[in-house]
């Protein structure tokens, strides 16, 4: 399959190999490409087939499974797989919204700053680190302060890429809030840029979405002020 933007041959898109692909974090889309079947197999059966072949990695690797640190390596790393690290992809995770009424009538900008999250590159499966702030502006509804997190941390769970991270959060929160008024920061660390490939240990990488009254010169200087203070 080939589109105007999009083009695979050889293992190559768009001109770049799967390396490149990898180490310039270049992606595709913005929902995370997940097969029509994903779900057809248990939570269950999935760790199971996940343990075996993650013991096969650790086997091939050279490392001896029979000692008594590694036996249990490959079922910790599929429960975690499953039900911590990756469980948002499965939307059975997704926290449920409850809107209220605005009975404050607060009309202007709510601002939740510093929400540590961790996620993973979808390219290394290595961690990514960061902090997201978030801020909206009412439409009449507000929802409580700890969904926020909770999108933010679903999301999060996922192999991700930031920019696709940053803009699911902004998608959600628009949805949820029916409002086009929403900003998202994240500001994170990638392992595989600091762990290994260049070894830079200093950088970070900053994304951000600024829709409706956000996307405007001095709203965005206020939302910065808040950040930096
Ligand atoms: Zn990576």
Known sequence: ???ETTSKANGQLNGFTNEAIGDD?????????????????????KKKR?????????????????????????????????EEIFSGLDPKNKPKMALFENKYQYNQMLVEKNITFYSNCEH??????????IAYKSSGKVIGLSKLNRI???????????????????????????TED??????????????????????????????GEFNNAS???????????
Request: charged share 20%; with cysteine; net charge negative.
């Open 1 to 3: 399959m080939s589109t």
């Open 25 to 45: 974090h270049l992606f595709t889309s913005l929902d995370t490409p997940m097969k029509a079947n994903a779900f057809d197999m248990s939570n269950e059966e």
């Open 50 to 82: 996940i343990s075996i072949l993650f013991s096969e990695i650790m086997d091939v690797m050279g490392l001896d499974l029979t000692d008594d640190s590694l036996q249990g390596t490959p079922d910790r790393v599929a429960k975690m797989y499953i």
């Open 124 to 133: 290394h499966f290595v961690p990514i680190i960061g902090k997201a702030h």
């Open 152 to 178: 933010v941390q679903y999301y999060a769970k996922r192999p991700q890429v930031q920019e696709r991270l940053t803009n699911q959060i902004a998608n959600e929160l628009k949805t949820v809030l029916e």
């Open 182 to 211: 929403v900003a998202v920061i994240i500001d994170a660390k990638h392992l595989c840029v600091s762990s290994r490939g260049v070894q830079d240990d200093t950088s970070t990488t900053v994304t951000t979405y600024y829709g």
């Open 219 to 229: 709203k965005i200087l206020e939302l910065q002020n808040y950040l930096n203070n």
